[in-house]
């Protein structure tokens, strides 16, 4: 069976979809640009969970292990979701990924999404800092070490009080754990 091609656009669309569907209150952008898929929105969820969703439609998967690209094919199913159809995986070619066969769900079509890869980049908003800055204080973290403007959204570290702690990376780090239900 041959797959039909999904075109970048209507790829873009399906995803948005997708996202407002599993993440209902939240603003997603999702553009295509270079061939690729470029999804961004401010606090909401973790970026691993908007990945989930954004992979399920993407054709192109990567092995790192043998810097290989190769294509799987997906069902579309009649909702608008898509799952893997056949991901021959990369092990007969000495990489670490997992073949994949999912058999055709009534309804599905068997479909290749024309775009190269996803790029999902979560923004931050100053309440957001704030919040988790205020969190981290009243752990016993050093926040006073650094300054947080609510309006612009950015924050600067004034100084460190123990040199040995990464003061900016813990900040960073908890930012990008922190789950934030629609406003």
Known sequence: MDADYIKPAATAKLVRAALKKKFPGIKFSVRIAGGSLNVSWVDGPLASLVDEVVQSYSSTRFDCSIDMEYRVDNWLLPDGSAIVAEDRGT??????????????????????????????????????????????????????????DEVAATYKQ??????SRDLESEFFQALHRTHCAAR
């Open 91 to 148: 092990l007969g070619q000495k990489g670490c990924c997992q073949p994949a066969h999912n058999p055709q769900p009534e309804g599905a079509k068997l479909v290749r999404f024309f775009y190269g890869y996803s790029f999902c980049r979560r923004e931050f908003s100053g309440a957001l800092m704030r919040r988790v800055h205020d969190r981290l204080t009243a752990k016993g973290f050093p926040g006073a070490d650094l300054e947080i």
């Open 158 to 163: 004034r100084f460190l009080a123990n040199p």
